[in-house]
């Protein structure tokens, strides 16, 4: 009773706890991971970045990005998750930025513009039909989850093709008012077949520039990208240095290996001391059944496939090995032979005879949908129930086969040859399944095959052979040993201890006095390739790391590659968001600054010399030359399109000012300036509009795209 008593006398008390209680809630609220409050502070976590403020949301960047890794997985290229990152990247603002001016000037897609394409590229008769199929994959969907996947493959391939009808309307729309006048072509055309005579002096820049003593600081650097902020803002950047320790098999790793695989060359006798066991393994050279043999010693499988010797001197293969090839007998055995980081041993196994030309013939029964179905009415199931009919009839009598074709095939082009494909070798344009079927059947066979192309009856006239080989192949890679990783991992553990807390200098001798390879890159966005002299596997790991912000300038760490290389990073500096730093851009920018510094210095210093002085003065060297419009190279020097234009400008016989060109400066004294006039340039006008097109269909989306405002939080909103 007494606590009861005292609770009720501080009644305030518990207001006041149950108020902060409260209070902690709503706050954990308002501040938790998808708060409004914090994302007024930090941007959107589910939003990976902007396009002129229209957001492109994780879920859609995800999507893209996958779809980016299953076109390199499908072509075969090797790309690391940056290099997908950077490409899904820059497509979207591409897509977004034309969109969004496409829109502007009122453009869209409309259904029967979409259907009619879909209709089109895809071998449909309609656009119609085009949408029968989708709706029917569409209910399909829910039915199992390969439905389901071909569905929602099918959405990103639609979207595709509405933003590429898109961007057509839009480049068309826009290039529709850009175009070469008959006056320009006229003006070109005299300016073609116009000469002048000059001749010049000429000194490179950088020559020039010890001459002159001219140096271009971080401040003039930092002055032009003021001029020109749009060509260098940044999202973010850091400086790396980085030294590599390579776990490679070593020149005795490599002896090893050589030595193992020359083993299988005779009998070997291995004996397991752990079970007491001795086993036996023949030679390859006498083994009795080869593709057990390779499946058992090999790194690679067995491949049981034959090849003639035409075929396999067609392969990318070692002169060596081919040259074993061309004289090789079935048991004959050759290498070993090194390959890349293998050592392998080949052997003709066995030979037989195989078709290497077929002639053949068909009927073909095409319907609408197919791809040979343009102006086809016959449904699917209304072409089988022919085909098999036509099949019957001329299984009945084969003599009845082209006097068949030339009456009902819908393939008209071999209908007049009677259904004569003529000769094909293996390699050929010919459909696959067609393609399959006259290669594995006998001559004589007559069958019913469906392609792409609708329904084939197709009959094997002839055949001819050549002898192939199948070839027994035993693969060992050179791998580096336990000793050769262990050195490698403690290289790189004694060097990080040794440069713990250091400077960049420190950084770069250490590696210098233990002789591994060290570089320093200058200004590497989150998502870009670090260096090509390193595994790019790390590329992600390392710049994620690098831009964390629990990451300081000067901190180290050790990263180890997929093939158990070893690579230690130092950051040398963060640069924030905004204009890069001059130390970043000055690659670019110092050639720039340095023409207009030193051309400007020779102008004022030869004052009215010209030529001469310029020659006296700094040991220019002289030349002379033809030029015109249409070719402005001089020889010796490259392309100079200032100096061609002075060649006419300039009043002959007399000497220009300091033409500041691609190479160096040159000084000129035209002569002889034979200009053409009253020239029709009729004949060029269509290949000048070709030309300026083109170059205003790359620059425009260029310029799009550095004119937009993109804000990109892919470092915030993404966990790789």
Request: net charge neutral.
């Amino acid at each position: 009773m007494a606590v009861l008593g005292e609770i009720r006398k501080k009644t305030w008390l518990i207001f006041v706890v149950i108020g902060i209680a409260m209070l902690a809630f709503v706050a954990g609220d308002l501040f938790g991971e998808n708060s409004k409050i914090k994302q007024l502070f930090t941007g959107d976590p589910s939003v990976v970045g902007t396009v002129n403020g229209e957001p492109i949301g994780i879920a859609e960047y995800q999507s893209a990005y996958d779809a980016t890794q299953s076109m390199y997985e499908n072509q075969g290229k090797p790309a690391t998750p940056n290099q997908i990152a950077q490409q899904t990247w820059n497509s979207l603002i591409s897509q977004r930025v034309l969109k969004q001016h496409a829109e502007k000037l009122g453009l869209r897609v409309s259904d029967d513009e979409f259907w009619s394409y879909v209709a089109q590229n895809f071998g449909l008769g309609s656009g119609a039909e085009a949408q029968q199929q989708i709706a029917q994959l569409e209910a399909n969907a829910a039915t199992t989850p390969e439905a389901q996947q071909q569905y929602r493959g099918w959405l990103q391939t639609a979207e595709q093709i509405k933003l590429q009808l898109l961007s057509q309307k839009y480049f068309g729309y826009v290039m529709a008012g850009t175009a070469v006048t008959n006056k320009e072509a006229d003006i070109q055309q005299a300016y073609n077949i116009s000469n002048a005579n000059i001749q010049y002096a000429f000194l490179d820049y950088t020559t020039l520039a010890k001459k002159l003593n001219v140096k271009v600081t971080d401040e003039e650097i930092s002055a032009y990208e003021a001029k020109y902020p749009k060509l260098f803002k940044a999202e973010g950047l850091v400086k790396l240095s980085y030294t590599y320790f390579p776990a490679g098999a070593s020149t005795a790793d490599d002896v090893v290996a050589l030595a193992n695989i020359n083993k299988y060359l005779s009998t070997q006798i291995i004996h397991d001391d752990v079970n007491n066991i001795t086993d036996t393994i023949q030679g390859f050279g006498v083994a009795k059944n080869d593709s057990t043999y390779v499946t058992q010693n090999s790194d690679k499988p067995f491949i049981s496939n034959y090849f003639t010797k035409e075929e396999l001197a067609q392969s990318q293969l070692t002169p060596e090995i081919n040259a074993y090839f061309k004289g090789a007998t079935v048991g004959q055995i050759g290498g070993p032979f090194k390959v890349g980081d293998t050592y392998q041993l080949y052997k003709i196994s066995k030979s037989k005879e195989v078709k290497d030309s077929v002639k053949s013939s068909h009927i073909l029964v095409a319907f609408e949908g197919s791809a040979a179905g343009k102006g086809v009415k016959r449904t699917k199931a209304d072409a089988k129930k022919l085909a098999e009919e036509i099949l019957a009839q001329v299984k009945a009598n084969p003599a009845s086969f082209g006097d068949v074709a030339a009456a009902k095939s819908d393939d008209k082009s071999s209908a007049v040859q009677k259904g004569s494909i003529g000769w094909v070798g293996k390699n050929n344009q010919l459909d696959q399944t067609y393609n399959g079927f006259i290669f594995t059947k006998p001559v004589g066979t007559i069958d019913l095959v469906e392609s792409q192309f609708g329904y084939h009856i197709i009959k094997v006239d002839d055949a001819k052979n050549k002898v192939a080989y199948q070839v027994a192949n035993i693969v060992k890679r050179i791998e580096p040993s336990k000793a050769t990783t262990e050195k490698a991992f403690t290289n790189a553990r004694t060097y990080v201890q040794a440069i713990e807390g250091k400077s960049l200098n420190d950084f770069k001798n250490a590696a210098k006095k233990g002789g591994y390879l060290n570089n320093t890159t200058e200004g590497i966005e989150r998502y870009a390739g670090i260096g090509q002299d390193i595994p790019s596997d790390q590329d992600s790991d390392i710049l994620k790391w690098a831009f964390d912000k629990n990451t300081d300038k000067g901190a180290t760490n050790l990263f180890t590659s997929t093939t158990g290389d070893y690579i230690v990073v130092h950051l040398v500096e963060k640069f924030e968001k905004g204009l890069a730093a001059p130390s970043v851009v000055r690659k670019y920018v110092e050639p720039v600054l340095l023409q207009e510094k030193v051309s400007k210095l020779v102008d004022e210093q030869i004052a009215n010399g010209g030529l001469n002085a310029f020659v006296s003065k700094f040991g220019a060297k002289k030349g002379n030359a033809t030029v015109n419009f249409s070719n402005s190279n001089l020889t010796g020097v490259g392309l100079e399109p200032r100096v061609v234009g002075a060649a006419f400008g300039v009043k002959p016989n007399t000497s220009s000012k300091a033409i500041a060109g691609n190479a160096g400066v040159f000084y000129i004294i035209p002569s002889n300036q034979q200009i053409q006039k009253n020239q029709k340039g009729s004949m060029i006008l269509d290949n000048l509009n070709r030309q300026l097109q083109g170059k205003f269909q790359q620059s425009l989306l260029q310029s799009l795209i550095q004119a937009a405002d993109v804000v990109d939080n892919r470092d915030r909103s993404l966990t790789r």
